[in-house]
């Protein structure tokens, strides 16, 4: 379901506009881009890109900006924000940025989603994750507010007696929408893609799901994974396990700053 929210335009820091819903939010999902980065994980010229948890595709537009030979399969599920999606990715992308309305997940089916048209970031197919932990969630959003980029450097001195009236403003308005899921094997076998050069997966506590959802032949032809995990029972170590499994040989976890507080965990994993 969408809400009908009309597309904004937001101006990055190196002047570069993009379609979006929140312009802070793009600022800092820009940002994010090159946390992607590092830890041998890299993009060149020729390479065949997933995104999942694309967001508005800002990942897709910086490599189609530097590596014009570039493919990316991004996929976003929440319609309002796959519209934001869509429309950097026919701006920039020249025939090779393919924005796929679809989760991923671990099989076919459907699977409803939250959807907070106030941090739109943040919507998730889990809401429930943030329940185990309720401070979880405003250290997330502290986080964000600690790190924001320099033209929002005020915001970084929020209070701390503030973060439940912000988080509560996040949740209000939130809506849910039911969402088609596929598989990234399904992907790969629909559209012929004999090969994944970066797998990148940050969609809200459904990561191991989506690697799962890998069948085992698929698995040797997959160069680099980046993947935010948030590490509930032991998620972290099972992921960890799961790609070692793979021949990911070489894994590196790293807290991004500001979320030392947080579940959330990024692994870097090459072979």
Known sequence: MSTGKKLLTAR????TEVF????????????HVEGYMGNGIDIKDGDVVFDIGANIGLLGVRACQR????????FEPIPDIYAAAKANADKFGKGNYTVIPLGVSDQE????????PNAPALSTSDPGQWDID????????????ENMP??????????????PMIVRQIKSGAVTVNCKLTTVSKVMEDNNIPKIDLLKVDCE???????KGIKAEHWPVIGKVVAEVHDVDGRLEVVTALLKSHGFNNIHQEKEKGFEKTQLTNIFATR
């Not at 590596?67 to 991004?74: D, E, G, L, R």
């Open 134 to 145: 309720p401070k979880q969630f405003e250290n997330a959003v502290k986080g964000n507010l």
């Open 12 to 15: 990055l820091d190196d002047g």
């Open 205 to 211: 506590g459904a990561e191991l799901a989506v690697l």
């Open 150 to 163: 320099k033209r929002y450097r005020l915001l970084r001195f929020m209070p701390r007696f503030l973060m």
């Open 67 to 74: 590596f014009p030979n570039t493919k990316v399969f991004a």
């Open 20 to 31: 979006c819903l929140r312009v802070p939010e793009a600022v800092v999902l820009d940002s």
């Open 109 to 116: 089916g459907e699977l409803t989603f939250t959807y907070f």
